[in-house]
């Protein structure tokens, strides 16, 4: 089992950047797939990114690709969303996800760990 916890949220302008963290707890970190979601208000949870265990494959969805980027640090148990270029639309909660079983995952049922999400508001 792993918990995740997710920090980095925040105010942003237009164009502004941010970089999102997600720690996680354990030794088995390097087990699973990752990826993060999102999920405005009044909106069903959208998949933002996802990255293989060890970071070498990642796929990000086409609405964020070029401006939000998935990483990971197997060695701090901690996967990153660097996010720039930011737009009011990408104004959400964004949660980080652990996926047990091989390859990505771009459905939310798909990830079985799940963190409390952070706040990321973009002002125009």
């Known amino acids: 089992q792993v918990q995740l916890v997710e920090s980095g949220g925040g105010l942003v302008q237009a164009g502004g950047s941010l970089r999102l963290s997600c720690a996680a707890s354990g030794r088995t970190f390097s087990s699973y797939a990752m990826g993060w979601f999102r999920q405005a208000p009044g909106k069903e949870r959208e998949f933002v990114a996802a990255?293989?265990?060890?970071?070498?494959?990642?796929y990000h969805a086409n609405s964020v690709k070029g401006r939000l980027t998935i990483s990971r640090d197997n060695a701090k148990n901690t996967v990153y969303l660097q996010m720039s270029s930011l737009k009011p639309e990408d104004t959400a909660v964004y949660y980080c996800?652990?996926?047990?079983?091989?390859?990505?995952?771009?459905?939310?049922?798909?990830?079985?760990?799940w963190g409390k999400g952070t706040q990321v508001t973009v002002s125009s």
């Open positions: 990255a293989s265990r060890s970071g070498a494959i990642t």
């Open positions: 996800a652990a996926r047990s079983a091989s390859g990505l995952g771009s459905k939310d049922y798909e990830y079985d760990y």
